[in-house]
């Protein structure tokens, strides 16, 4: 399969040295290209500003903000028979970004932001066959927050993750995830490593392909 992965934070700037981001590390989104490379799929992954290396046979492409992220998702997207969302998109961005760094006396005490546009529901008209998986990072109820993500982004496959936990979500090599699909009940796996999880969304991927092949 031709599959496009997204991994890492995105970084929304108020000039060249500030900006808005989180703590996504990256590690997932790269495990589960990890993954699907050792399978012998062709990956292509479109990462946020991370430090980590890419894996071997993977293409890369670097993106910083939403908005690139977005353009990055949409001129590759064709290509592909799944995308899998796993960056940790910032939902904001600053209304103003300056080309200069901002002395002191300019910043604002009050940033003015205004919303970021959703990769996934942007990508919901082109997704014809294509299989669609997001991530849902939760620190409340996971699984009721994810449930509404599934319905409300179009998603085949929700991944769950819980990120209050030490040894779950951002930043760490181990994840605990719960996977939801809109016809069968929730999988809860264990507590495992971020390149195992990887496997396992893989294996759901082919099984998935195999029940109903994908032409594009
Ligand atoms: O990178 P690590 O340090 O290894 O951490 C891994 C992780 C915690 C970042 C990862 O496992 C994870 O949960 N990624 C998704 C984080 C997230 O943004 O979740 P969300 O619930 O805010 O978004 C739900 C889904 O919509 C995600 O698939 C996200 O990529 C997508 N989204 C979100 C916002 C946006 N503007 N556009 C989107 O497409």
Same mark, same amino acid.
């Given at each position: 399969? &031709?599959?496009? +992965?997204?991994?890492?934070?995105?970084?929304?700037?108020?000039?060249?040295?500030?900006?808005?981001?989180? =703590?996504?590390?990256? &590690?997932?989104?790269? #495990?589960?290209?990890?993954?699907?490379?050792?399978?012998?799929?062709?990956?292509?992954?479109?990462?946020?500003?991370?430090? !980590?290396?890419?894996? *071997?046979?993977?293409?890369?492409?670097?993106?910083? /903000?939403?908005?690139?992220?977005?353009?990055?998702? =949409?001129?590759?997207?064709?290509?592909?028979?799944?995308?899998?969302?796993?960056? @940790?998109?910032?939902?904001? =961005?600053?209304?103003?970004?300056?080309?200069? &760094?901002?002395?002191?006396?300019?910043?604002?005490?009050?940033?003015?932001?205004?919303?970021?546009?959703? +990769? !996934?529901?942007?990508?919901?008209?082109?997704?014809?066959?294509?299989?669609?998986?997001?991530?849902? #990072? *939760?620190?409340?109820?996971? !699984?009721? *927050? @994810?449930?509404? &993500?599934?319905?409300?982004?179009?998603?085949?496959? +929700?991944?769950? $993750?819980?990120?209050?936990?030490?040894?779950?979500?951002?930043?760490?090599?181990? $994840?605990?995830?719960?996977?939801?699909?809109? /016809?069968?009940?929730?999988?809860?796996?264990?507590?495992?490593?971020?390149?195992?999880?990887?496997?396992?969304?893989?294996?759901?991927? *082919?099984?998935?392909? =195999?029940?109903?092949?994908? +032409?594009?």
């Amino acid at each position: 399969m &031709k599959l496009l +992965i997204t991994a890492g934070p995105t970084r929304e700037h108020l000039d060249p040295v500030r900006f808005l981001s989180n =703590r996504s590390s990256g &590690k997932m989104g790269f #495990a589960v290209a990890q993954a699907a490379v050792e399978r012998g799929h062709t990956v292509t992954l479109v990462a946020g500003p991370v430090t !980590l290396p890419t894996p *071997e046979q993977v293409f890369r492409v670097d993106v910083v /903000s939403a908005l690139d992220m977005l353009a990055a998702v =949409r001129r590759l997207l064709p290509y592909q028979h799944a995308l899998v969302m796993c960056a @940790a998109v910032a939902d904001w =961005r600053p209304k103003s970004q300056s080309d200069t &760094k901002l002395k002191k006396t300019e910043v604002p005490i009050e940033v003015a932001l205004e919303p970021n546009p959703d +990769i !996934l529901k942007t990508m919901l008209p082109l997704k014809e066959d294509r299989i669609f998986v997001g991530f849902a #990072a *939760e620190t409340g109820d996971p !699984l009721a *927050e @994810a449930q509404r &993500k599934l319905t409300s982004k179009g998603l085949d496959l +929700i991944v769950a $993750n819980d990120v209050t936990r030490p040894d779950a979500g951002f930043e760490v090599d181990t $994840n605990l995830v719960t996977f939801l699909t809109p /016809s069968e009940p929730p999988r809860a796996l264990p507590l495992q490593s971020k390149l195992d999880i990887g496997r396992a969304i893989v294996d759901w991927l *082919e099984q998935r392909e =195999r029940a109903a092949p994908n +032409i594009t």
